[in-house]
Structures are given as C-alpha cells and as structure tokens.
C-alpha cells in the first residue's frame, strides 16, 4: 500500500522510539512488527531486558499496526501485558495485529519473542485513533 513508507516514515522520526533503536516493518492491513537490539542499554540487573524496553517495543508494534488501518495518529489507551519468559537474547521482536479494527478503538494482540524465537512476552491493547 502506498500508505506504508510514510507510516514507517512516522514511526522512525519518533524521537523516543528512535532513541531505543527500535525498526518497524509493515507486514500488511492491521499488522507490524518491531524489533530493537538486545544490547546493555536495554538491560536491567541480572543482564535481562528491562519490562519497561519489553513495553516500549510492544507499544510501537502495537501503534504502528493501527496506523496501517487508521491512517492518522493514535495513542495507547490500555495495555495488558504479560511477561512469559526473561529476554536475554536478541534481536528481540514484537509481532502486533489488530483482532478488531473500529472507527476510532482498535483492539490489538502483540506477542514478543527473543533472538531464539520463544515466546517471551503477550499483550493485549486498546488504541484511540485521532480523526
């Protein structure tokens, strides 16, 4: 869609997401994926990724599938989050799809998995889409 390169565009111009280093890919209509190095910045005693890093990365995934169908901006309003698995291994990735899409709310599922693909971290969201 043509809509793809600006949203990716969006996304990495966030300053904060920029910051983490995190990568946003499109993979089609209400679904993305994000994924951040796994590296000391990240990390919180016990060299495991921090919750806080784990939260952001879904956030983003989360974010950026809704703006695949919203097409304006969106903020996060609920985020039920899961963790499964310490994360002490990269590249980390946060797999997102919209379950039900609205006019404004979109419920969306995000799994998080380590460099070794097991399944780490789940998450549940509502995003608010500005019209």
Known sequence: MDDYPMIEKLIMNDPFINYLGIKVRILGDGRAEATVDFKKE????????NGGAIASLIDTAGGTAVL???????????????FLKA???????????????????????????????????????????FR
Not at 42 to 49: K, N, P, V, Y
Not at 87 to 93: F, L, M, R, S
Request: with cysteine.
């Open 68 to 82: 695949t169908l919203s097409k304006s901006n969106q903020v996060t309003v609920n985020l039920n989050l899961n």
């Open 42 to 49: 990240l990390m919180r005693s016990g060299e495991i990724m």
């Open 87 to 129: 994360i002490d291994n990269g590249p980390v990735k946060a797999v997102a799809e919209v379950t039900k899409p609205g006019n404004r709310i979109f419920y969306v599922d995000v799994k998080v998995y380590d460099g070794k693909s097991n399944l780490c971290a789940h998450a549940t969201g509502v995003w608010y889409a």
